[in-house]
């Protein structure tokens, strides 16, 4: 299993998917570790998965409430809410 290094390093250079998948063993093997739901959040984030990507940055905030995951979730909360759907249907 690679280290949170090496999954952050994957997911900027795009292997979101995979990157979905080995943060997934990570966090089920690594319960408390806030960074990883952070990263998790993240890749769904990237994915456009916004409902797990507010889920695990839930998680990372309860764990550890100074970190960034609040901004995160803050951030993707303004843009879910700036989002005009009605745009599409011109």
């Known amino acids: 299993m690679k280290e949170l290094s090496e999954l952050?390093?994957?997911l900027?250079?795009?292997n979101v998917a995979d990157v979905v998948s080995q943060?997934?063993?990570y966090v089920s093997l690594h319960k408390d570790s806030a960074e990883a739901?952070?990263?998790l959040g993240n890749a769904y984030r990237k994915?456009?998965?916004?409902?797990m990507a507010l889920n695990?940055?839930?998680?990372?905030?309860?764990?550890?409430?100074e970190g960034?995951?609040?901004l995160a979730y803050n951030a993707?909360?303004?843009v879910l809410e700036f989002f005009n759907k009605d745009m599409f249907n011109q």
């Open 8 to 10: 952050k390093e994957a």
């Open 12 to 14: 900027h250079e795009g």
């Open 23 to 25: 943060l997934e063993s």
């Open 37 to 39: 739901y952070f990263l």
């Open 47 to 51: 994915m456009e998965n916004w409902e």
């Open 56 to 65: 695990n940055y839930q998680i990372a905030m309860d764990m550890d409430p």
């Open 68 to 70: 960034p995951a609040s």
């Open 76 to 78: 993707t909360i303004e």
